[in-house]
């Protein structure tokens, strides 16, 4: 087994919103729970098929999930103790179609232009300003092939709690409201048929440093390039 990486720290101000931990010593199973229900059964109900990219994995981040359907996947994200622990987990019969690439995705992505037939991303881009957001999309549309899709979470009306009571949030995060979020998502991806579902994330307890309590509700959106 390879060494893990050492743990990435965080730099709000930059936009790296690591964890800041040794993934080592995190346990087999990812420090994010077992998976949203709905967005579970919406990889399982929607057409994926050919080369996907998967932003901000994360040490899970669904990939054995992509890897199921999709004959290839590239899992990123710009910690590599997640995505060492992320290879480490994945079941053998899929560690040949998978691949893991570190960078940070508020840079231009190391891919060639139209290049996946799919993109996947959970847990992050709600993160990042507007101006941020909208550079990460430039992105994946470039990245992307045409008549590619595009799967997405978007948290709102997001609420973490520490255990001294006391609400705790990420940098210039916007927090956005449902509607808020629908507004800029449609503008973003008005080059796309879209579809968007909602849902609510129970509060649960988030195994990070330090550990919280969250919940939140939050936009599935499907989107395909014309």
Known sequence: MKKMPKPRKPDEEKYIFTEGIDYSQTGKASIWGKGDKDTLELIERT??????????AG?????????????FVVASD?????????????PKRYVKKLETKIFDIT?????????????F?????HLFPKEIFQKIVLEINRVLKPHGRIIIDFATDIKRVLPNGKLLTFGKEPLYTVEEAKQ???????????????????EYLIKTKPCYK????????VADKK
């Not at 910690?79 to 994945?90: I, V, Y």
């Not at 991303?121 to 881009?125: D, H, P």
């Open 47 to 56: 057409e994926i098929h050919g080369k996907w990219l998967n932003l901000a």
């Open 59 to 71: 040490d899970w981040g669904y990939t054995p999930n992509l890897l199921k359907r999709a004959d």
């Open 78 to 90: 710009i910690d590599g103790g997640a995505l060492s622990k992320l290879r480490q987990n994945t």
């Open 107 to 119: 840079k231009r992505f190391p891919f060639e232009h139209d290049e996946f037939d799919g993109i």
């Open 121 to 125: 991303c959970t847990g992050t881009l």
């Open 184 to 202: 800029v998502l449609e503008k973003l991806f008005k080059d796309y048929e879209i579809k968007m579902y909602e849902s609510k994330v129970p």
């Open 214 to 221: 969250f919940s939140s509700k939050f936009i599935l959106l």
